[in-house]
């Protein structure tokens, strides 16, 4: 499958999983309803993982966060990591291969 002439068209990495976990990936030139939507998760993922950023920051300021509250913020940032991991990988494995070198 090409795209532009002698370029593949890649699979995009989804920022969804199907509900047995595995990776859900798309096919295509990138302008449809389902690329906007994964667009639309991963600017709600990298922005929700800013606001846990500075939630994290007021919490480890403050003597009185108590030890379950921490753990569940921990346990947060882990899961938004992970978010936002994926969200470079699959935005990473897009960039044409002269930007990708940079």
Not at 5 to 19: D, E, K, N, V, Y
């Amino acid at each position: 499958m090409t795209g532009t002439p002698g370029r593949p068209i890649a699979a995009r990495l989804l920022p969804w999983t199907s509900p047995e976990g595995k990776p859900c990936y798309l096919i295509g030139e990138g302008g449809g309803r389902v690329s906007r939507a994964a667009d639309d998760v991963e600017d709600a993922q990298l922005d929700m993982a800013a606001g846990l950023l500075d939630h994290a920051a007021d919490m480890l300021s403050d003597d009185r966060a108590t030890a379950p509250q921490l753990h569940y913020l921990a346990a947060r940032m882990a899961e938004s990591l992970r978010q936002v991991c994926r969200v470079a990988e699959s935005r990473g494995a897009r960039l044409p291969a002269s930007e990708s070198m940079n």
